[in-house]
């Protein structure tokens, strides 16, 4: 079975230049694909690829991605000496010793930790090679994610499985109970014409012909053709190599329409339990339905 359930969670790691990248991905059922993506500041500029990547492996559910990275950063920094303004301190120092009458013994070490003397800063990274690390980690949670979801989904199809089989045989319980339901009703009607006309005797032909009547009203063959190609169409859904919880959602609103439908029409006390189970079966399945992608 090829079902896919939309909740799950992975994680992946990658290292490279004494840095670790840590993906953590959490997934939730959606109606569609919605996916928030939160980078470390400064890698912002990544993160229409990282969505293009998620939206290549999910296409449905409300996904978060949390992206964070640690490590040694520092053949990124570097050191840079403001001269104008040493020049401005060292100037001010000078002017004061003089009105002070006093020796200006500044060092550079004095001038270089004052405010702003030496600058750090950090190079912008590699983009391209910042990518390359984090997609390795980014995809190794995928998988992981992708595996949990498909571990769950073989739990929520066999159930769904379980439910169309025993639905399919309710189906055909209630098909085998209508030969009885039409006989039951010709000898109700015979009895009840018989006893309106009193002894006037009861033309044959009219009889069979509101018999045909009743028995057109009773037929429910088309629902039941009709829920067996969906039964059909259900179980293939289960089995395609794609996202089809949205089409078998759709589907389950045929099934209740057939449903209904039969249930009308054959109105009748003996059967209605077995339609009302068929709408449990309908509501149960289409709670499961939710969580499939």
């Not at 939160?38 to 993160?47: F, T």
Request: with cysteine; glycine share 4%.
């Amino acid at each position: 079975m090829s079902s896919k359930s939309m909740t799950g969670f992975g994680r992946g790691e990658a290292e490279a230049g004494g840095r670790q990248w840590t993906v953590e991905i959490r997934c939730v059922n959606h109606r569609y694909l919605d996916v928030k993506i939160k980078l470390p500041k400064g890698y912002a500029g990544l993160e229409e690829q990282v969505r293009k990547t998620v939206a290549a492996t999910l296409s449905r559910g409300r996904v978060d991605v949390l992206l964070s990275v640690s490590g040694d950063f520092s053949d990124l920094l570097e050191m840079r000496a403001n001269t104008s303004l040493a020049a401005i301190y060292r100037d001010a120092l000078e002017n004061l010793a003089q009105a002070m009458d006093l020796t200006n013994d500044t060092t550079l070490s004095q001038l270089a930790s004052y405010p702003d003397v030496l600058v750090r800063e950090q190079r912008e990274e590699d983009q391209d090679a910042v990518w390359g690390v984090m997609e390795q980690a980014l995809k190794q949670a995928l998988t992981s994610c992708d595996t949990m979801r498909s571990q769950e989904g073989e739990t929520l199809a066999r159930d769904l499985q379980e439910r169309l089989t025993h639905f399919s045989q309710v189906v055909q319980e209630i098909e085998s109970a209508i030969p009885e339901l039409l006989q039951r009703r010709e000898k109700n009607l015979a009895e009840r014409l018989q006893k309106l006309l009193d002894n006037v005797q009861l033309d044959p032909q009219r009889l069979v012909q509101e018999v045909a009547i009743l028995a057109d009203k009773t037929d429910v063959t088309e629902e039941i053709v009709r829920l067996q190609c969906h039964i059909k169409q259900f179980r293939a859904f289960l089995e395609a190599d794609e996202a089809t919880g949205r089409k078998i959602d759709f589907l389950l609103q045929e099934f209740l329409r057939e449903v209904n439908t039969m249930a009308s029409k054959i109105n009748d006390a003996a059967i209605a339990h077995l339609t009302v189970d068929l709408k449990g079966e309908l509501e149960k399945m289409r709670e499961q339905i939710q969580n499939i992608e």
